[in-house]
């Protein structure tokens, strides 16, 4: 009784550590390994192996051995009657003797040569074949009891278990890098598409060649100045890429006249933030204010804006900031009845207008982004790339812009002479 009683403990002690060792998060393979060390020390059992089967290839692929010699095969492959079968029997210690018939187990018993196999145990959880444990003979040349098959079942339930969860966390990875490859290509394609209706809108006006391409990068610089996260710089870059979109249906001698356009003409393009709205309002965006950035980047801080004089607090955040790197683009590129403005009348511009078109935020923000890639503090901002080397260099626009950024007067300490 007390010999029975002290197999009991030395069981439960060995069930327990095998608990422990499933939950562990150390490397799945060594979880086995000391599984199948303590499996066969809590039995005195001389060989063993677990094997991890793969619906996929329908291989038992063997992950933990001991004892059964270099020659025995890594892996052995099961038929769909093959995996039935082990499914059928459930999770139970099964003699080797009795299943001599067995093909998969003959396979065993012909690769164990000179190191006999005595058991084998098909882990079925939930219904499904998960993997196999085989065992050789016990120390003492004893047969096994029915006490010794329960106690390998239950090490063996949990060994199974740690199996299922180790091929669902898999499942899942998989899943996961599938989603978000898919994510990617959405959001690639995305992307593309927009830049391409840029082109398209950029297209129609040759005057302005590249000018939504510009806003968008600016926006992108702005938000990024603003320190807003990856997604919602993103979404910042395609609200300043389709901000003109309504602009597609504006006729093309309107937009390509080469001298100021009149009344009524006004009155057709300056519709183009409804129209663009409208246009993409039905379109589902990854990020929601994009239609109102093409509504509102016409709106000025004063109120004096189009299309509905919205003031201020009243104006969506992402129209301000397109509407100031569509300023900014318009005061730097030539327009067929205006030469392009030297960069530090843009920047006397924005600052004049601080407060009444633009939020002071904004020209700030704006200013100490073109501060740093001049400054060589942020390199590839984009600024050199689109406005050119020579058209920035051609004034100091160092100082001025430190004094845009300590709130003071730029022109009140320097004289500036236009090159143009
Ligand atoms: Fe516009």
């Known amino acids: 009784m007390a010999e029975n009683e002290n197999k009991l403990i030395y069981t439960f002690g060995a069930l327990a550590e095998l608990g422990q060792e499933i939950t562990n998060r150390k490397s799945f393979q060594e979880m086995i390994r000391t599984s199948l060390h303590l499996l066969l020390g809590s039995l005195a059992i001389m060989r063993g192996g677990v094997a991890r089967y793969s619906r996929f ?18 892996s052995f492959s099961l038929s769909q009657q093959d995996e039935h079968r082990f499914l059928s029997a459930g999770l139970a210690a099964a003699d080797v003797s009795q299943a001599s018939g067995d093909p998969v187990v003959s396979e065993f018993v012909a690769a164990g040569r000179n190191k006999p196999l005595e058991m084998f145990v098909p882990l079925v959880i939930q219904d499904e074949l998960v993997g196999l444990i085989t065992l050789g003979e016990k120390a003492n040349g004893e047969p096994y009891s029915s006490y010794d098959r ?53 297209y129609k006006d040759k005057y302005t060649e590249g000018h939504s391409v510009r806003v968008g990068k600016y926006t992108e610089i702005i938000a990024k100045q603003l320190g807003w996260g990856n997604e919602e710089i993103e979404g910042a870059a395609v609200a300043g890429y389709l901000h003109d979109i309504g602009k597609l249906t504006v006729e093309r001698n309107i937009i390509n006249s080469p001298m100021r356009i009149n009344a009524k003409e006004s009155v057709h393009l300056n519709k183009h933030p409804v129209v ?20 509102y980047h016409h709106e000025r801080l ?74 060589g503090k942020k390199k590839r901002l984009g600024f050199t790339r689109m406005l050119g080397k020579e058209y920035l260099l051609k004034q100091d626009l160092i100082p001025q812009l430190q004094n845009v950024l300590n709130g003071l007067n730029g022109t009140s300490s320097m004289t500036l002479v236009s090159l143009d």
Do not use: W
Not at 340 to 369: K, W, Y
């Open 57 to 74: 290839r329908h291989e038992l692929n063997f992950i933990a051995v001991k004892g059964l010699g270099e020659d025995f095969p890594p």
């Open 150 to 202: 329960e106690v390998i079942c239950a090490m063996a339930r949990h060994i199974g278990v740690g199996i299922a969860q180790r091929n669902m966390m898999v499942e899942i990875e998989r899943r996961a890098t599938e989603n978000r490859r898919l994510y990617d290509d959405l959001r690639f394609t995305y992307t593309n598409t927009v830049k391409a209706f840029a082109a398209a809108i950029d």
């Open 276 to 295: 663009g709205y409208e246009i993409l309002l039905p379109i589902h965006h990854p990020y929601a204010d994009v239609p109102l950035a093409a509504k």
């Open 302 to 375: 004063d109120g004096r804006g189009y299309p509905d004089g919205l003031a201020d607090r009243e104006i969506p955040y992402i129209a301000k900031i397109v509407n100031l790197a569509d300023s900014v683009d318009a005061m730097t590129t030539d327009r067929p009845y205006k030469r392009r403005r030297p960069a530090h009348e843009m920047i006397e511009d924005l600052q004049r207008n601080s407060g009444n078109q633009f939020a002071p935020e904004l020209v700030t923000s704006f200013c100490g982004a073109l501060l740093s890639e001049l400054t």
